[in-house]
Structures are given as structure tokens and as C-alpha cells.
């Protein structure tokens, strides 16, 4: 019976040809990455990309990902440790956001080097996972997700823990509730 290797890999393809420019797997075995079920962010003009992972036995125990990009290659900026993540970061400024699957909204410093990356500030909604994304709004500092039940607002005045103000979430059942809300 032939053995079945999983392996998560980044790509990088040339928009005019389709060819490989470079990939990434964080070198594979212990380091390797999770299953990638959400979206890639990527500045160019940063030359830096984020997207989340689930966790895999026997590889990284970050599940939100930073790397530095050039058209040759790709180098590991930080990791992080948030538990399953199936949609993808958003960056707004300095903070890169992530929701997981335990119903947790994570910040993250974005331009440090640190690895792994601790969160900023972690605010649980004890309602399931955060779907998709994190949409920040960038007119203000308001921050907007769904769960399994509600649709909620938190507002990042300062990018710690004691700076979020204002938290708010749609009723989970009865009057203004919302049956399974999509991502904002």
C-alpha cells in the first residue's frame, strides 16, 4: 500500500505565463504547514503576503503566516499560534487580523519579525467560528465579523486589549436575530 504525503505548498505564478516564480512550504516535516482553506492577502508594494492555515499533527503550531516575497523566492517573516483558522487575515495599518474556529477574533503586529508572532489582543465571542473574514472598516477603527449566530462590531482604538470599545453583536435569537449570517 504506496504512503500518502500531504504537504502545503505556496505558489507563486507568473501572471503572463502561468510558470512557477517560487513556492514556499516552510521547509516541510516538523515546520511544515496546515491546510490552507482561505484566501492569500498580499502587498505588493510591501513585498509581504499573510494567509491562515489549520493546524497539522507533527508540523507548525502557527496557523497565521507572513512572508517576505521577491519574484525569486519567499522567507518565513512570522508565525503564529491561533488555532484553526478556515478563512484568511486582513491587514488594516500595522495589525493584521485573523478569526478562528473557537469563535476568536487575534491581532498581530504585522511588520515585526518575531516567530512566533503573540497576538495583540484576543476578544472570544463563545459563538462558534469566525467566518471568512475580519472586514475592517477604514474610514474608522471599527472591526466587523460574523459567527455561527450573530454578526458582531468591535472597535481597535489603540491595537491593545484595553483599547477595544464598543463591542456590539446582533441578537442570537428571537427579535433582530440573524439564522446563520454570511461574512460581512
Wanted: one cysteine or more; glycine letters at 10%.
Amino acid at each position: 500500500r504506496p504512503s500518502v504525503v500531504e504537504m502545503t505548498v505556496i505558489v507563486a505564478l507568473n501572471a503572463v505565463d502561468g510558470t512557477t516564480l517560487w513556492s514556499f512550504n516552510n521547509g516541510g516535516g516538523a515546520a511544515a504547514i496546515g491546510p490552507v482553506n482561505g484566501g492569500i492577502i498580499s502587498y505588493a508594494s510591501l513585498h509581504r503576503l499573510w494567509f491562515a492555515s489549520r493546524k497539522k499533527v507533527g508540523a507548525s503550531a502557527n496557523t497565521v503566516w507572513c512572508l517576505d516575497y521577491t519574484d525569486t523566492g519567499a522567507t518565513l517573516r512570522w508565525g503564529a499560534e491561533a488555532g484553526d483558522v478556515d478563512g484568511f487575515p486582513f491587514r488594516r495599518g500595522t495589525t493584521v487580523y485573523a478569526g478562528n474556529d473557537l469563535g476568536e477574533v487575534r491581532a498581530y503586529d504585522a511588520d515585526v519579525t518575531t516567530n512566533p508572532n503573540p497576538a495583540l489582543w484576543t476578544f472570544a465571542t463563545s459563538d462558534g467560528a469566525v467566518k471568512s473574514l475580519i472586514l475592517p472598516d477604514f474610514a474608522t477603527t471599527k472591526l466587523y465579523f460574523s459567527t455561527m449566530n450573530r454578526v458582531w462590531a468591535l472597535d481597535d482604538t489603540d491595537g491593545t486589549q484595553a483599547g477595544l470599545a464598543n463591542p456590539w453583536s446582533t441578537p442570537a435569537r428571537g427579535a433582530g436575530s440573524i439564522a446563520t449570517p454570511s461574512r460581512p
